[in-house]
């Protein structure tokens, strides 16, 4: 079953959606005026719509342009260019799942805005906030700043009804509904979401009715009532079929489908499934078409298609690894970015330093009555910070050795572990390219064949554990050899298994490697638990034996 409640993201910035060469012209473009130009204001905006175009494949480049408008802005003292930049170093944080980071400047940007009462600008400001406490599952804290825009959203449509077409007000009651609904509280959840449906429709605002009447379908499946969530989904499907909204479309149906399946019409469930795996595969909406085809494992099991089922299950296993893989990418520049930024404030505190320092020769030299004080003071500083210094160079240097033993650790792993994949793989073609062998007809291809074979075997590993305790001694020099004194009565295979343990490899690891079961290996951490006498079962093998060296 795919649950989800639809929200509106709401950002107050402008997002850029070209082709790659195309955002290259733009920033071209936006380079040669920020050359040709040297308003201060000119500079700053560039600098952000510079930040923007390199969000999606530069995270340096986007960082720098995004920094150098902030420090432009303070350099100005325009405390409104000052939220603006950081206005688009949240929104930039956000973007890339670093929603720590973003919350320090979109609270910056809310201090400004709140110390000046621009209500207008406030409404994004909290809303934005509630939108960080949303995603680190902290509905308490994104009611508290989704409440705060909804009461001065609707102080400004009493005073002036124009504000209901500019102001996102429906918005903002979904959001707030989808928290109520969050916590169970479907009665509360229900009237925001109908709120939301009361303004959409005054401001023809086809746009955000489907994923209200679907997040309404949503509260009635969760309370079983499914007649009544149906009527909604087919509201919220009509309006996404005008709209030629396909993702939309896939969605409701699989809506539609978790409420037949409920009712156990596995039929009418399994119809709808399918519809949204059709259009999600040809649309390429990953994410949709991996949660539709892992229920449709289910359905088509329990509807006795069982090749189909196995089918499904085969493209949930393949989506699901570049699902994975996409996620990790993520993750990669979201560090990237961490690291980037940390390097930038780093390099601007140093030349803080170099300054302060500089201040303090200055007045030294002018005022020579402190000179003796200031010499006493720098050295005593001096000191302490040598001290601090060799404390912190040692405990980098104990710090260095850890990772230098874990790297090792597991570049022995992965090289065993290539080393065996390599031998499979040969083998593998070997025997292919021997099958293929008899098939051929002359015996001029038939040599052929076997010299490619005879070459694939020649590059074959025999000595691979052999290599891996070569490899395992140097880095690991004194392990075997204290191993044996302290357990002579150990056997090679134990002895091996230790080694294995030493490196913190994983029953499934060892078994891939060893060819043996999980079950096996386990019967041998066992005994060999018992014969290294480990009676304290909080104590890991791994443990036990990072002590022998």
């Known amino acids: 079953m795919i649950k989800r409640a639809e929200g509106l993201i709401v950002f107050f910035l402008f997002s850029c959606t070209f082709l790659l060469a195309q955002e290259y012209k733009t920033i071209d473009s936006l380079k040669l005026r920020l050359n040709l130009f040297a308003t201060d204001t000119t500079q700053i905006r560039v600098n952000i719509q510079l930040s923007k175009q390199y969000e999606k494949f530069h995270t340096d480049s986007m960082l720098i342009y995004a920094d150098q408008a902030l420090k432009a802005a303070q350099k100005l003292g325009n405390e409104e260019w000052i939220a603006r930049a950081n206005n688009n170093l949240g929104f930039l944080f956000f973007q890339s799942g670093n929603f720590n980071r973003a919350f320090v400047y979109y609270h910056e940007v809310l201090k400004h805005y709140e110390a000046i009462q621009d209500e207008e600008l406030l409404i994004p400001s909290y809303f934005n906030i509630a939108l960080i406490f949303d995603k680190l599952n902290n509905n308490d804290k994104s009611q508290e700043y989704g409440f705060k825009a909804i009461k001065i959203a609707e102080k400004l449509i009493k005073e002036n009804n124009a504000y209901a077409s500019t102001l996102p007000i429906g918005r903002l009651y979904n959001n707030i509904g989808i928290t109520f609904h969050n916590q169970k509280n479907y009665e509360t959840a229900l009237e925001y979401y109908n709120k939301a449906i009361s303004v959409s429709e005054k401001t023809n605002n086809e746009v955000a009715l489907p994923f209200v009447y679907n997040n309404i379908g949503n509260v009635y499946k969760e309370k079983q009532e499914y007649d009544i969530a149906l009527s909604f989904y087919l509201k919220s499907l009509e309006l996404r079929q005008k709209l030629d909204d396909w993702q939309g479309i896939a969605l409701t149906y699989t809506y539609i489908a978790d409420c037949y399946s409920l009712r156990n019409e596995y039929a009418k469930a399994l119809s709808y499934y399918n519809q949204a795996y059709d259009i999600s595969s040809e649309n390429k909406f990953l994410e949709l078409q991996r949660n539709t085809s892992e229920v449709l494992v289910e359905l088509n099991a329990k509807s006795g298609d069982y090749k189909k089922a196995y089918e499904m299950h085969?493209?949930?296993?393949?989506?699901?690894?570049?699902?994975?893989?996409?996620?990790?990418?993520?993750?990669?520049?979201?560090?990237?970015?961490?690291?980037?930024?940390?390097?930038?404030?780093?390099?601007?505190?140093?030349?803080?330093?170099?300054?302060?320092?500089?201040n303090l020769t200055i007045m030294g030299v002018l005022v020579s009555l402190l000179i003796v004080i200031t010499l006493l003071y720098l050295l005593a500083n001096s000191k302490l910070r040598r001290t601090q210094l060799h404390r912190q160079t040692l405990s980098l240097e104990k710090e260095k050795l850890e990772n230098e033993l874990e790297f090792k650790n597991k570049e022995l792993t992965t090289n065993v572990m290539y080393l065996l994949k390599k031998n499979e793989l040969i083998n593998s073609i070997s025997q292919k390219l021997l099958t293929i062998k008899w098939k051929l007809k002359k015996d001029e291809d038939q040599r052929d064949v076997q010299e490619v074979i005879n070459e694939l075997l020649g590059s074959v590993d025999n000595d691979v554990w052999s290599e891996f305790e070569l490899r395992f001694k140097d880095v690991h020099e004194d392990f075997y050899k204290k191993l044996q004194e302290r357990y002579p009565e150990l056997t090679p295979n134990e002895r091996k298994l230790c080694a294995f343990m030493r490196l913190n490899m994983s029953t499934k690891e060892i078994s891939n490697i060893t060819f043996q079961s999980i079950h096996s290996i386990t019967i041998a951490r066992s005994r060999l638990r018992k014969k290294l006498n480990i009676v304290n079962t909080e104590v890991s093998l791994y443990d036990f034996l990072s002590t022998i060296e």
């Open 314 to 358: 085969e493209v949930y296993k393949e989506l699901t690894d570049s699902l994975n893989i996409m996620e990790g990418s993520r993750t990669a520049l979201m560090l990237e970015m961490q690291y980037t930024f940390d390097k930038m404030q780093k390099e601007m505190e140093m030349l803080k330093q170099r300054r302060l320092f500089r």
